[in-house]
């Protein structure tokens, strides 16, 4: 593509962004056929432009003002597990809300960092957050179409012996996936909190717990990674649209033009069949997306060569709840 041809695109892209008469079926965008964000072959080839904002050089990402002491893993002196069970922590047990909810509500406004909460559309309740990581979590798995269900403080692991709690563990977040599995979460500030022998131990002596069950997994998340300058503004940019109307004849028209293509089709043609003004369908098109009636990347920017697909039903919808439900105790705690 020469430079006269570059700039072309982008001033149609900007005429995209506007409330004119421009309308995305005028840009003239190559359709793309496949992304990283995408799991299935796309069936068509062409040639992916990048949107001006991708083409910024990266930051360094920052760090958090403060780290843990830094220890070497290799220290004898320091305790390194290899079982829960013969490392005197006793037995685990896992306990969840009696609403298969938050375990544990942390809005006392007393703590050094911050706390928060938002009605999740997904979840059908409201999450609650510590730390500025665990909101930016949060919205990465609000904007997934791959994600069906989410909860925050889902479950408490405690280790028991002698009828005494040695240890406990609160599990930062749990997401059901598309597929059926569910993923756990550990959200830290910076790897150093993971490098740290303490916390290595608890959080592996937790996945080892959780991870008993089929198809469930346990991730460890950076925030330097959740709070990267360009993608956390391009998820929140999605999220803070989540809430803009759209009729059920807008819906239905991008459903059958997804179904119609086969289950792919440029997102261009998903605004257009939208219709009205050019910058509204776009937001309509990112509040589609947290209601999983359309589904494309939410970590980079969009063009309207950006591969939309239609999401697929939940393979086991409810697991998440049932999951949950399955571990609250019988006798009120």
């Known amino acids: 593509m020469d430079r006269l041809e570059h700039e072309s695109f982008y001033v149609a892209d900007e005429r995209a962004r506007g409330c004119g008469n421009a309308a995305p079926a005028d840009l003239g965008l190559t359709f793309v056929a496949k992304n990283e964000f995408d799991l299935d072959p796309a069936p068509l080839r062409g040639i992916a432009i990048p949107h001006p904002a991708d083409c910024e050089p990266r930051r360094t990402p920052r760090n958090p003002k403060w780290l843990p002491t830094r220890r070497d893993r290799r220290d004898a002196g320091w305790p390194r597990l290899t079982s829960a069970a013969n490392a005197g922590w006793g037995e685990p047990r896992i306990v969840a809300a009696p609403d298969a909810g938050a375990v544990r509500i942390g809005m006392t ?116 990674d959740l709070i990267e300058p360009r993608s956390w503004r391009i998820t929140k940019d999605i999220f803070d649209d989540r809430r803009v109307d759209y009729t059920e004849a807008q819906r239905d028209a991008v459903r ?38 359309v589904g494309f990347p939410n970590r980079q920017r969009s063009t309207g060569d950006t591969l939309a697909v239609l999401p697929r039903a939940p393979a086991r919808p409810g697991r998440l709840r049932e999951f949950l439900r399955s571990f609250v105790p019988e006798t009120p705690r």
Not at 149 to 173: A, C, N
């Open 256 to 293: 059958n033009l997804l179904v119609g293509a086969g289950g792919a089709a440029p997102l261009g043609r998903v605004w257009e069949a939208i219709g009205g003004c050019p910058a509204n369908a776009r937001r309509i098109a990112n509040a589609m997306l947290v209601a999983r009636v």
């Open 109 to 224: 406004w007393r703590q050094f960092f911050v706390t928060s909460a938002s009605f999740s559309r997904k979840a059908g309740r409201t999450m609650f957050f510590e730390g500025p990581h665990e909101p930016a979590s949060y919205r990465r798995r609000e904007t997934d179409y791959r994600s069906t269900d989410l909860q925050f403080q889902p479950l408490v692991i405690e280790w028991v012996l002698d009828g005494k709690v040695i240890h406990s563990y609160y599990v930062d977040s749990v997401e059901e996936r598309d597929t059926g599995v569910l993923v756990f979460r550990e959200n830290k500030a910076h790897q150093a909190y993971f490098d740290d022998p303490l916390i290595d131990e608890k959080l592996s002596a937790a996945a080892a717990v959780l991870t008993r069950y089929p198809d469930v997994v346990f991730e460890r998340e950076l925030g330097t």
